[in-house]
C-alpha cells in the first residue's frame, strides 16, 4: 500500500443507526489510522507517543462510555461487551511502537473493531430499537 494512503477508514456499512456510537466508531478509525500512518512514515518518539495517548485516551472514555450507556438502558448482555472491550483494550496496552509489530497490532485492533460494531453493537442497537418500540407501542 502506498504511504500516504488511510488504511484504516470507517465505512458506511459500518453505520449502526445510532447517531452516538456511529460518531464515536467513525472516531476510533480515525485515531486508528492516524498511529498507523505516523508508525510507517517512522514518525519521532513524540509523535507517536502523542497519537498513541490519545488513542489509548479515547478507548477509555469510549469504553467507559458505552458500558454506562448499555447499564443504564439495562442491557442483559453487558457482561459480554465488558468482555470484548478489556480484551481490546490489553492488545493496545501491550502494542509495540515500532515496525512490523506496531503495524499487526493495529490491524488486529481494526479487525477487532469492525468484528465488534457488526457484531455485538449491532446485536445491541438491534434489542435497543426493538425494546423501544415494545415501550411505546
Ligand atoms: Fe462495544
Known sequence: MTAGQDHFQ???????GD?????EHRYFFHLINELYLAIE???GEQVLAALYAA????????FRDEEAYLAKVGYPE??????????FLQHLKEMPMAAP???AALAFMRDWLIEHILGSDQEFVRWHQGRGS???P
Request: hydrophobic fraction near 35%; charge should be positive; avoid cysteine.
Open 101 to 103: 509489530g506496531a503495524q
Open 134 to 136: 415494545r415501550a411505546n
Open 55 to 62: 488513542l489509548r485516551g479515547y478507548t477509555e472514555i469510549h
Open 19 to 23: 447517531e452516538r456510537l456511529d460518531t
Open 78 to 87: 453487558l457482561q459480554q461487551q465488558i468482555l470484548e472491550h478489556g480484551r
Open 10 to 16: 470507517w465505512k458506511e456499512r459500518f453505520a449502526l
Open 41 to 43: 512514515a517512522q514518525r
